[in-house]
Nanobody, 116 residues
Framework: EVQLVESGGGMVQPGGSLRLSCAAS????????MAWVRQAPGQGPEWVST????????YYPDSVQGRATISRDNAKNTLYLQMNSLKPEDTADYYC?????????WGKGTHVTVSS
């Protein structure tokens, strides 16, 4: 059974940091490009970052560029997202995604609240 289990969410003050993790199982994690996608309350999904299967290429939208770092440990089948200088607009549910040749896997998400 394919599973993606996110963790590390919580409440943080503006300017703070969080590290999200996504533990993968049930598929060949090291061959999949992985991504983080978030959804704020009442809004549509927003892509946050992508990392290729080897971990040597990463991509970010302008909204998080310079504040987010995606990484992976293929030996541990785990994906990470380090978020710094958090803003209230970063408040959202954060989802882990795995993609290969049109096949997509999703986790159930972890919630991040940025508030003072």
């Amino acid at each position: 059974e394919v599973q993606l289990v996110e963790s590390g969410g919580g409440m943080v003050q503006p300017g703070g940091s969080l590290r999200l993790s996504c533990a993968a199982s049930g598929f060949n994690f090291s061959t999949y490009d992985m991504a983080w996608v978030r959804q704020a309350p009442g809004q549509g999904p927003e892509w946050v970052s992508t990392i290729n299967a080897d971990g040597d290429s990463t991509y970010y939208p302008d909204s998080v560029q310079g504040r987010a770092t995606i990484s992976r440990d293929n030996a541990k089948n785990t994906l990470y997202l380090q978020m710094n200088s958090l803003k209230p607009e970063d408040t959202a549910d954060y989802y882990c995604n795995g993609a290969l040749n049109g096949v997509n896997f999703w986790g159930k998400g972890t919630h991040v609240t940025v508030s003072s």
